[in-house]
């Protein structure tokens, strides 16, 4: 069994213990889901690794490996057609609580008050710029 980091002040550690209730969707040895307690949409939930770090890059691989699976039933078992799957890092990138957290954010196509709303600033890309970008990024894999 993989050794799980946690971290005592952590709300969602709290949550995988136990010491904070939650509507626990499933549980394997390495993630937790549950409902979010603040949805955004009808069946919002979340999964996260019961490995304690606080952004993405600081949850070794092998912590991370069940969630999109776990995520994937939640969808299924809820029968939504269409959903967003959505992990924050950093305050500035609208991430509240400091343990990696995936959502799974259902659409639902009947209201438009429930489920994410995006801005996608999107620009043609200059093809120069993204091939020097692109070695860059390649050299440093
Ligand atoms: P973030 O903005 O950090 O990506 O999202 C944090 C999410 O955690 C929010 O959707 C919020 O509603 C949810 N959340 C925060 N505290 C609790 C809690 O104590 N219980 C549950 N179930 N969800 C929580
Ligand atoms: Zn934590």
Known sequence: MASHNTDANCIFCKIIKGDIPSFKLIETENVYSFLDIGPIAKGHALAIPKYHGAKLHDVPDEHLGEILATLKKIAIAQGVENYNILQNNGKIAHQVVDHVHFHM???????DKEGLVIGWPAQQADMAELKQLHEEIKGKL
């Open 105 to 111: 954010i259902p659409k639902p196509s009947d209201s």
